[in-house]
């Protein structure tokens, strides 16, 4: 299948079955090409540009799925990588599989809270940032929002948490605390 997205760009798309004497079954092979001749700002190639992926896959849905299906691996990629790096998961403290199991168990209660935090966070344009994001890692959240400088402070037997009067993130803060303790 062949499909020219734009002047200068043609996408080809398709896959073939792969079979081999050694194989317990037959392997599918999806395909896309991307010739482009143009480049997307306008300038004509010399030599065309060709893009080539292949995957080798047991899936039986149309190759434009399994493309896409690939591409979001890498998204799934990403969050694991945060689960990991993020909250220092990378190596499980004990020997002991249940041990294991509760400490990650807990991380991952943990890194919902931290992303639903971070979800929040961005329903309102007051947080300090550079640019607009549509989400926030978790390793940001910790930093923004769980690292806020504070004090703890006896009064009147009570004890307070006072927040530094030039802390650019406590409306944020206390905005999240007003959503999630209501």
């Not at 010739?35 to 997307?40: F, G, P, Q, S, V």
């Not at 990650?104 to 947080?127: F, K, M, T």
């Not at 769980?146 to 009570?158: D, F, G, I, N």
Request: net charge positive; hydrophobic share 40%; aromatic share 8%.
């Amino acid at each position: 299948m062949c499909c020219e997205e734009r002047e200068g760009k043609k996408v080809y798309l398709g896959s073939i079955t792969w079979n081999d004497k050694k194989l317990k079954r037959p392997i599918r092979v999806v395909y896309q090409v991307i010739e482009r001749t143009i480049e997307a700002g306008g300038q004509l190639l010399l030599v065309p540009e060709i893009d080539v992926q292949v995957f080798f896959t047991t899936l039986t849905c149309s190759p434009w799925q399994v493309i896409q299906l690939y591409r979001d691996h890498a998204t799934s990629e990403q969050f694991h990588s945060e689960l990991k790096t993020d909250l220092n998961l990378e190596r499980l403290p004990s020997g002991k599989f249940a041990t294991n199991d509760l400490v990650l168990c807990a991380g991952l209660v943990a890194y919902n809270l931290l992303q639903i935090i971070g979800q929040i966070s961005l329903q309102e344009p007051d947080a300090p940032v550079k640019t607009k994001v549509n989400r926030r890692r978790v390793k940001t959240v910790i930093e923004n929002l769980m690292w806020l400088a504070t004090r703890m402070v006896e009064h009147a037997r009570q004890t307070k948490l006072r927040f530094g009067i030039h802390s650019p993130w406590f409306p944020v803060f206390h905005r999240i605390y007003t959503v999630l303790s209501s």
